[in-house]
């Protein structure tokens, strides 16, 4: 029986625990880690005070492993409201010059060869990369796009050899196009691959029927759109999009070029015998009547009727002409051819 506390150090010469010097005392207490042996009233046996000895030494070795061994931390499963604002360096977002050929929704990666604004890119799609708006537009303080490029109406994107037209087009946000006084709705992407061997431009636009259109002198196979061989040029009257190359049969990786636009403008000019006017921004076409002769459609009723030089009508009866202003001179019909 022990009827005080005691501590207890292991005697490597005779390999039993015994009670410690007081030196020994001093660097257990003064030690992070040390084995007290409290005993009030009981008896310690061997086998209790070895067990202890065991557990005290496998805990010192379980924790100098620890210390040595480098730690990797599941951000996932063991992090928990992570705070990186204290950090002084982060880059969470893959960075390269060209677009990865694969990808899963919901990744992002900054493309560095691109113009500044326009350098991150969302997968919206399964191997489909689409550049996201940002920034604020001039000199207004609100979010969106900067440039007509950031745009996601008709913006195209190439992965895996597939090129997509107007990824961001839906029922919930359809891309529209206006020609003339009629607007054409789409409401769906559209993808071009090509299917050949040729080389060639490959002219993406809206043709002036409303069509989503691919064309070039390269094969192409188009679904959502419509392939017109030969293309050479956007067409007249038509809404251009972009170009993008085609080299031995494969679509260029980098070779799309953005031609969609938010400002234009069309001239009107006259020709012989034309007149054109403009009032409020409304161009109005007629014709010169000092160069082209006008018809009247009710022939005047005297020779000093109101009319222009080369003002010309017709009856039952007469072929009229007006020779000078306010004169009309009258020819009767024949009674043959």
């Known amino acids: 029986m022990f009827n005080k ?12 625990f015994g009670p410690a010097h007081r030196e020994t005392v001093k660097g257990i207490l003064m030690s992070s880690h040390f084995l007290e042996a409290s005993i009030f009233m009981k008896t310690c046996t061997l086998k209790i005070c070895v067990l202890a000895s065991l557990s005290f030494g496998f805990g010192l070795v379980g924790q100098a492993l620890a210390q040595t061994q480098p730690t990797t931390v599941n951000l996932q499963t063991q992090g928990r409201n992570p705070d990186f604002s204290g950090f002084s360096f982060t880059r969470p977002i893959a960075v390269g010059t060209a677009l990865p050929a694969t990808c899963q929704v919901g990744q992002l990666f900054f493309n560095s060869a691109a113009a500044a604004g326009s350098n991150l890119y969302a997968c919206t799609a399964t191997n489909v990369w689409t550049l996201e708006a940002g920034g604020s537009g001039g000199s207004g303080s609100g979010s969106g796009a900067s440039f007509a490029a950031q745009l996601g109406d008709f913006s195209t994107s190439l992965a895996s050899g597939t090129l997509t037209i107007g990824s961001g087009c839906s029922a919930s946000t359809p891309c529209n196009v206006r020609i003339g006084n009629t607007v054409y709705t789409f409401k769906s992407s559209a993808t071009v691959t090509s299917s050949g061997s040729t080389s060639g431009l490959v002219f993406i636009y809206v043709d002036s029927a409303g069509n989503l259109t691919a064309g070039s002198q390269a094969t192409l196979s188009c679904s959502g759109c419509l392939y ?17 190359t085609v080299t031995g049969g494969n679509l260029a990786t980098g070779s799309g070029v953005d031609f969609r636009a938010f400002l234009s403008t069309k001239a009107v000019t006259s020709g012989q015998g034309i007149l054109v006017t403009e009032n409020s921004g409304i161009s109005t076409i007629s014709i010169d009547p000092s160069v082209a002769a006008t018809f009247v459609p009710t022939p005047p009723t005297t020779s000093a009727s109101t009319c222009s030089t080369g003002q010309f009508s017709v009856d039952s009866n007469y072929y ?3 020779s000078a202003p306010n004169v009309w001179k009258r020819i009767a019909w024949g009674s043959s051819f």
């Open 5 to 16: 506390k005691r501590l207890l150090s292991w005697n490597q010469s005779v390999k039993l």
């Open 320 to 322: 009229y002409v007006c």
């Open 228 to 244: 017109v061989s030969g293309i050479t040029a956007f067409p007249v009257g038509s809404v251009p999009l972009a170009t993008w």
